[in-house]
Every structure is written in C-alpha cells, then in structure tokens.
C-alpha cells in the first residue's frame, strides 16, 4: 500500500524554466511534508518542508505547495539550473511520538543545459 | 559539524549470513532512524531509535535489529540473509523535537548473493 506517491519517475526542463514535481498522498493524519533530494552515491539531502497548517512555503528557489483537500503537494524550482538534477524524494510524517518518514518512490530531473 | 557517517560503503553477503552496519550520528543528534531503499523505490522506514531506545518500527521481520549507544552511535544486525535483503541502507539523525528533519548518511550498499 504506497500512502505517498510520486507518479512521474522522471521529469526533463530546459535551463531557466520551471521544473514542477508532484506527490499524493493518501494518508489524511499525515501533517508535515517533506522534500529531499538525492545525487548519486549520496544519502538523501534536505530541501524544503511544510507542515499540514500551511499551504505554501518558500525558500529561495524552490517552493512548496500544500492542497490538503485534494492530498497533493508540489515542489517548484525556478529557474532551474544544471546543479538540481538528481533524484527529488517526497516524504510524509504524522506518527506521533515518532519521527518516522513515508517516502514516495522518487521522480528523476533531468535539467538541460 | 561532522555529518552522519556510516560504514561499511560496501557489502557483500551470501543467503544465510547474517551483517551487521553503522552509523554515526550528527553531533548533539540523540535519534536515528534506519531506512532500506531498494532499487528504483524511496526509503523504507526500518526502525527509529531514541535516547538507546526502540521508538518505533516499520514492517520489516524481527531478523532485522538494532542498537543505539551512549554516543548515539547505532547498528543495524540483519540475520539469515535473504536475497531481497539486497539494497541500499540509509542512516539518518535527528536532534529531536517536533519537525526537526532528518539528516542521511551516504548509505551502505548490501548485496546480498
């Protein structure tokens, strides 16, 4: 039973454009959101996050867009650059107690230059 | 700040053997969690421990355990290995509280023959 989903495993943009990447989640106790992103031979890097009482949250270039009634959230990068091709994982946390993540299965961007 | 570390990189097994991984935790990081990630998938919670003890688990078989020490240092023990044991093993910290994310590990390969 996959409770977070990443249905696009791959996503190619054009250098400067937007690269939007999408996740639902099917799990409504589910209450801070998460995005990480992973290069080859690395562990998994922090990106951005948001908790269920928000429905966006904004660092930099990258955004986080939260629809809590249609369980979908999304993660803008602009301009994409080069550097942000890897793979972008989305998880999800609401287990009390516990810091337990739910991850989706991973959408690979590709940026061209 | 040293980051979270873990060893072995690599790891080959046979069926039947039994392993055991490490992972050294963030400094003033006092919780880390376990994930597996096969390939082609996201990070599976295995396990989470707190202050040495358990703090929740994911649905994988009591033949994987693990520890935490004093230092927050902790290990992960797989017995009787299986094929599909084979995957990349992910160790994250995380100082506690609330929403704090979780910091990863470069991972130890396992293969598993």
């Known amino acids: 039973d996959q409770q977070v989903k990443q249905n696009s495993p791959s996503l190619s943009v054009q250098e400067g454009r937007i690269s939007i990447l999408n996740c639902d989640y099917t799990?409504?106790?589910?209450?801070?959101f998460l995005w990480y992103k992973k290069y080859p031979a690395e562990g998994p890097t922090f990106l951005i996050s948001?908790?269920?009482?928000?429905d966006k949250n904004e660092d930099g270039r990258f955004t986080v867009f939260l629809n809590k009634s249609a369980k979908h959230l999304s993660l803008h990068i602009v301009p994409s650059q080069p550097g942000d091709s890897a793979v972008y994982f989305c998880?999800?946390?609401?287990?009390?107690?516990?810091?337990?993540?739910?991850f989706g299965t991973g959408t690979r961007l590709k940026v061209l230059a | 700040e040293t980051g979270v570390t873990q060893s072995p990189t690599h790891l080959i097994k046979t069926r039947g053997q039994q392993v055991t991984l490490r992972c050294s935790s963030q400094?003033?990081?006092?919780?880390v969690s376990w994930y597996q990630q096969a390939l082609g998938q996201g990070p599976q919670f295995i396990f989470q421990?707190?202050?040495?003890?358990?703090?929740g688990r994911g649905n994988f078989p009591p033949r994987f355990s693990g520890l935490q020490f004093p230092n927050y240092s902790s290990e992960l023990n797989v017995n009787a290995l299986e094929l599909d044991d084979s995957a990349l093993y992910l160790c994250?910290?995380?100082?506690?509280?609330?929403?704090?994310?979780?910091?990863f590990g470069p991972g130890t390969r396992l293969t598993v023959l």
């Open positions: 994250a910290s995380s100082p506690g509280g609330d929403g704090d994310e979780q910091f």
């Open positions: 400094s003033g990081h006092n919780t």
């Open positions: 421990y707190y202050r040495e003890e358990e703090n």
């Open positions: 998880a999800a946390s609401g287990f009390p107690g516990t810091y337990k993540y739910i």
């Open positions: 948001i908790s269920s009482i928000k």
């Open positions: 799990n409504s106790m589910f209450d801070y």
